[in-house]
């Protein structure tokens, strides 16, 4: 990552905490990953060669950012869901001034409807937007993830009682290595690989 889009993501870093301090509605707020949180990610990304990234919960784009860069060198995508066409917009401003934007594929609409559409194969999907309803779209998804696929969500120590069921699910599913990481509001991080035969 190059040092203006790092100087960049520290604007960002600023300008969410300060918006989301005084912003008393929640649907609002950008609610950006911690920063620690938001290098593991995209390390996972960059490490596993991920091309086919889908994100779910686009907010300002600052986690978008970290993922098309961590996907660039592979000349990988992201397609990055989120229900609000108000922060798509910031996203899209903030993905272009990054140099990014060519790398991503915003879509505005609900996630779940949304995730019917997509063809896949996707080897990297990232959960941070409707917990409760991230089992429904885990489900959608499994057909469409390739051979490899790591699944990682956010808030998974944070809101334990809304994330139970997908957290639940990732840990019955066949040939799946599953892990929580205690940084930031916790991180669930699932490896889907086939047996070796």
């Given amino acids: 990552m190059n040092a203006e889009v790092r100087r960049l993501l520290r604007e960002l870093e600023e300008q969410g905490r300060a918006h989301d301090a005084r912003e008393p509605e929640h649907s609002r707020k950008v609610l950006n990953l911690e920063p620690e949180t938001a290098e593991i990610v995209s390390m996972l990304a960059r490490g596993s060669r991920a091309k086919r990234v889908l ?6 784009g600052y986690s978008t950012i970290w993922l098309a860069d961590a996907v ?4 990988g995508t992201v397609i990055s869901i ?10 899209r ?12 594929d915003l879509r505005c609409g609900d996630a779940t409807e ?13 959960f941070d937007a409707d917990r409760i309803d991230a089992h429904k779209q885990l489900m959608l998804l499994l057909p469409k993830l390739a051979p ?12 334990p009682t ?8 990732v840990g019955n599913l066949e040939h799946m290595q599953h892990a929580l990481i205690r940084v930031g509001k916790g991180l669930s991080v699932a490896l889907t690989a086939p047996p070796i035969s």
């Fill in 148 to 159: 490899s696929a790591f699944l990682v969500a956010d808030n998974a120590l944070s809101h």
């Fill in 162 to 169: 809304e994330i139970a069921a997908y957290l639940a699910m």
């Fill in 55 to 60: 994100e779910i919960g686009t907010s300002n």
């Fill in 114 to 126: 949304l995730v019917t559409t997509l063809p896949g194969p996707f080897d990297f999907v990232f």
């Fill in 93 to 104: 401003e903030n993905l272009s001034r990054a140099g990014l934007l060519e790398r991503v």
């Fill in 72 to 75: 660039a060198p592979a000349l």
């Fill in 82 to 91: 989120d229900r609000s066409a108000e922060k798509q917009k910031m996203a």
